[in-house]
């Protein structure tokens, strides 16, 4: 977002079965076919599935006794063997069917509970923290908020090493003040680009996720708006366009229940004003599902 211009509007507010044959001459029946094999069911997922198993032996009954002058003797039934195994079935189609190399997992949080605060304005009377939550439409309350994070695979469950942001979603939309209300309407998108994995890259170590880079591509648009007398004061416009990109310093994510769920301690958003504005991070699991790594 536009932060000189959102911190010169933050002072202003700050002012506010088988089948059976029998004879039929003088000679017996033959004995009947055996039973076809069963078909194999085909795997599910990445994995292929195991082989069918055989028709169960057919046996028929014995020929009824001929009709001739003589009475022929009734012909012995046959025993029919039974079919072969069922064919093993292909492997499923799903996101892993086709990695060249390893296997990742990208687990999605609801970030509820993260907050943009702002401080340090002119006699604290703009200060306000901001939070992730319902009713998203309360002036203090921002949201909904997703974030996609991309794991290393080992053993069928995310673990140590490589890992990614692939994308983090938010709308932020809250107001300050009371003369001067800002109303910051704004849709945030953060994702890789080119080459890139993700939008931020790192490690993870146990229950901490270090970064190596900041969140690149984080990208806001929408607008800001200020209404009441201290705009004109201020000589802020009622309403401002918003269309930027830059990058989002961040800290360390520390995960709890494996990555279940994970924190990031405040990180100041940069800023060229009088007032300070800070960001922090609280993720909870809402699904996870197995892709390939980005190689």
């Not at 039974?82 to 970030?111: L, R």
């Not at 304005?121 to 909904?144: F, H, I, R, S």
Request: proline share 3%; charged share 15%; aromatic share 6%.
């Amino acid at each position: 977002m536009n932060r000189a211009w959102m911190r010169r509007a933050l002072v202003m507010s700050a002012m506010s079965c088988a089948l059976v044959a029998c004879g039929s001459d003088d000679s017996g029946g033959a004995g009947g076919n055996g039973g076809s094999g069963g078909t194999g069911n085909g795997g599910s997922g990445a994995t292929a599935g195991s082989g069918g198993d055989g028709g169960s032996a057919g046996s028929a009954n014995g020929g009824a006794a001929g009709s001739g002058a003589t009475g022929a003797t009734g012909g012995n039934g046959g025993s029919a063997a039974g079919g072969s195994s069922g064919n093993g079935g292909n492997a499923g189609t799903g996101n892993t069917g086709n990695c060249p190399g390893a296997t990742a997992w990208e687990v999605t949080y609801d970030m509820t509970g993260s907050i943009f605060d702002i401080r340090d304005t002119p006699l604290g009377a703009g200060n306000q923290t901001n939070e992730v939550k319902m009713p998203y439409t309360d002036n203090a309350n921002w949201g909904p908020a997703t974030m996609v994070i991309r794991f290393a695979d080992a053993g069928g469950a995310p673990a140590d090493g490589s890992a990614q942001i692939v994308s983090y979603i938010a709308t932020q939309d809250f107001q300050v003040g009371s003369i001067a209300t800002v109303h910051t309407m704004l849709e945030i998108d953060a994702v890789g680009s080119g080459a890139q994995c993700g939008t931020a890259e790192g490690s993870l170590s146990g229950d901490t996720l270090s970064f190596t880079t900041s969140m690149r591509n984080y990208h806001s648009k929408g607008k800001i708006t200020c209404t009441g007398a201290g705009c004109n004061i201020g000589g802020l416009p009622p309403e401002q366009q918003v269309d930027e990109t830059k990058e989002q310093p961040l800290n360390s994510f520390t995960f709890k229940n494996g990555v279940g769920s994970f924190e990031m301690k405040e990180v100041e958003v940069p800023n060229d004003d009088q007032a300070t504005t800070w960001l922090t991070f609280t993720g909870t699991e809402t699904g996870r599902t197995q892709v390939c790594a980005c190689e």
